[in-house]
């Protein structure tokens, strides 16, 4: 009898705190967010591309680049950025817009898909809704 009763208590104490995780879990609410669709433009090396800087390429670029802030500033471009190993998939738009006839006019607004040195393969992306960027250590958020 004097053995039974440590194990006894042993595993009355092992059950409760089973029994305690158990009840714990089946209460603990799982995280719930709002989802929406967001449009993915991938990027790749369009059929005008070339190697290297020119005046025209750089012009294209510059162009490429006031296009990325003129739709950032507008709301519609949630983030943008190109790949760095050099393959001929370049970069990437995720947008923000009520369509995929939206994302493809902005996309074709582009200089750069304009000129041939990019173009864009778009697609629907359903996340978290909410995304965003955060700015800089130091600096002021955009309004």
Request: charged share 20%; hydrophobic share 40%; proline share 8%.
């Amino acid at each position: 009898m004097r053995r039974v009763l440590p194990v006894a208590i042993v595993a009355l104490c092992l059950l409760t705190t089973a029994h305690a995780r158990l009840a714990a879990q089946e209460t603990k609410a799982e995280p719930r967010y709002e989802m929406t669709t967001y449009y993915v433009a991938l990027l790749y090396r369009g059929p005008n591309s070339t190697p290297g800087v020119t005046p025209e390429s750089q012009r294209i670029q510059e162009g490429h680049m006031g296009h990325i802030k003129e739709m950032a500033a507008a709301g519609k471009l949630l983030l943008a950025g190109p790949f760095s190993d050099d393959g001929d998939l370049r970069g990437m738009f995720v947008f923000q817009v009520g369509s995929m006839e939206e994302a493809k006019a902005l996309c074709d607004a582009d200089p750069a898909v304009q000129a041939g040195r990019l173009k864009a393969e778009l697609h629907p992306w359903f996340s978290a809704k909410g995304i965003r960027i955060d700015p800089p250590a130091g600096s002021s958020p955009a309004k």
